[in-house]
């Protein structure tokens, strides 16, 4: 069955910040399997190194050299062209961030559909904008956010900013949704809204990794991991 299917995994991640001469430590030796479907929830302290983990898988920053890899769908990414990587980074993933990242010049619509212009020649963005528009609509309409389409940014609250942020990460429909402490800047009815929104894509299918510092919110996904001294442990 398809379901069982690993969809990504990392092995032996390490990643050593340096700060001057000060080298931190985050992860050695990390190793995470999600399955197709799969929602997992990494949880950690603040400081364990989560983000950091997050970043890797979604290729936003590069372990240290050594024999860790990361596989997606059978592919190694260190083993992928230029341009491959950049369609895994662009559009097999969809990534949330705790404090948003939207663009604040952009309307909700035109923040929703970016991740669909990137790396399209002109002759593509012809073809694709009003498609792309359509499908930004009907997500953020889906979220509840259709009485905000023109907005900006600033002008929404964090719960709305957060649906935003997830409307673009599911665009290009990605395979796996990557979230960063999805509802860690967010009240905890607000946050329960966006746990709700997320845990709907589960159940139609995304393989989601969360992770997150609050174990009631881990406790929602299929399966809980623990970062623990740079390490994933069951
Ligand atoms: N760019 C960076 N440079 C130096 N240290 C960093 C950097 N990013 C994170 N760190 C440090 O690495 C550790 C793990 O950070 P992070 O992955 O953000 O943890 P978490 O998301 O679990 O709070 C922390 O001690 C943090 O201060
Ligand atoms: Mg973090």
């Given amino acids: 069955m398809s379901s069982t299917q690993t969809i ?3 092995s032996r991640l390490h990643k050593t910040y340096h700060l001057g001469r000060v080298e931190v430590p985050v992860l050695q030796d990390a190793t995470i399997d999600v399955r197709e479907g799969e929602w997992v929830a990494i949880l950690g302290a603040s400081g364990s190194g989560k983000s950091t983990l997050l970043h890797l898988l ?42 948003y990242h939207l663009l604040p010049e952009l309307n909700v619509v035109e923040n929703t559909l970016l991740p669909g212009l990137v790396g399209i020649g002109r002759l593509r963005y012809y073809q694709v904008i009003k498609s792309l528009r359509e499908r930004a609509t009907e997500l953020l309409k889906d979220f509840g956010l259709g009485h905000r389409l023109k907005h900006r940014p600033r002008e929404l609250s964090g719960g709305e900013r957060q649906r935003v942020a997830i409307a673009r990460a599911l665009i290009n429909q990605p395979r796996v949704l990557l ?4 509802t860690g800047n ?22 989601i990794v969360m ?4 174990r009631s919110l881990a406790e929602r996904a299929d399966r809980v991991v623990e970062l623990h001294d740079g390490r994933v442990v069951d």
């Fill in 8 to 10: 990504l995994s990392a």
């Fill in 58 to 99: 979604g290729d936003l920053d590069q372990p240290d050299a050594g024999d860790g890899q990361i596989v997606f769908d059978g592919r190694k990414l260190g083993e992928m062209s230029r341009s491959q990587r950049n369609a895994y980074r662009n559009r097999s993933v969809g990534f949330v961030f705790q404090f």
């Fill in 179 to 182: 979230a960063d402490e999805p």
């Fill in 186 to 207: 967010l009240d905890e009815h607000t946050g329960a809204e966006i746990l709700e929104l997320i845990a709907a894509q589960h159940r139609s299918g995304l393989s």
């Fill in 211 to 214: 992770v997150t510092h609050d």
